[in-house]
């Protein structure tokens, strides 16, 4: 583990791109998804990319290889949706365990490849680790502004089996992301603290937010200021911000708790704003432009991107960040 702390503290680390936009390019169909195990299956599975570790495990290990080959010190776990809430969808809960342990263990043989191969740049492994598709902090019935379709317990119980299948599966950092609703995200923190007890282990945590419009905040309200501040309670490896926005507009926000914690900063953004068609048009080479004035203001610890990234601009990430050192932690949690 003392691993990711020294490189840390030696260089910018960059995270991988997006696993959504690179499993699209596959056009995988119905019958890709199911594989032969799940060919008779009653659930419609497309769409289920979790359920590719399974299915389709040569694809997941082919996109961590493109990240690592285009300069990702690290890649997150194909199991962002991998809790028994989101899993609901495919009437697939059962599988939870076996998702993400074995996401996980793909992801770490390839990152032991490769580290193998450069034994001075060590590749480590994060398991992803999404925020459902329910929120504890609101009413999704606008006629019933005291109901909640999802309790902070059943959320520290479905995160609790995804957090034990990836550290059993090998992930070297536990990756909180896409935070909507800090609620949802201290169920998480708190299901993981769970299992770093039971198991005596201690494991890096990032946590990323998300901003999901110009108001500056989180969906459940809170600004970028206040969001770190109801996290800082637990030991994180870095706090950051993730998706919704492009590089540009997410570095307000960057510049907001950089000044104010002694955590890593982590940032991986969206390739710009969508499209009319929900397609990402942003450039390696601007994306790139962009996250280069995080670096000139010495915002950064840990760089990578959201939707609509891909290796390329992974890429033109590394080439930049390796130009620059990394913010300096002052009191770096281990």
Sequence with gaps: MSKIYQALQERILVLDGAMGTMLQQYNFSEADFRGHRFKDYPSPLKGNNDLLSLTQPMAIAEIHQKYFEAGADIVETNTFSGTTIAMADYNMEHLVYELNYESAKIAKEVAIEFTNNEPNKPRFVAGSIGPTNRTASMSPDVNDPGYRAVTFNELRIAYKEQVTALVDGGIDILLVETVFDTLNAKAALFAIEEVKEEKSIDIPIMLSGTITDASGRT??????????????????????FNCALGANLLQPHLETIATKTDFAISAHPNAGLPNAFGEYDESPEEMGEQIEAYLKKDLINIIGGCCGTTPEHIKVIATIASKYKPRLIKKLVQ
């Design 219 to 240: 969906l459940s309200g809170q600004t970028a200021e206040a969001f770190l501040i109801s996290v800082s309670h637990i030991p994180l490896l870095s706090v950051g």
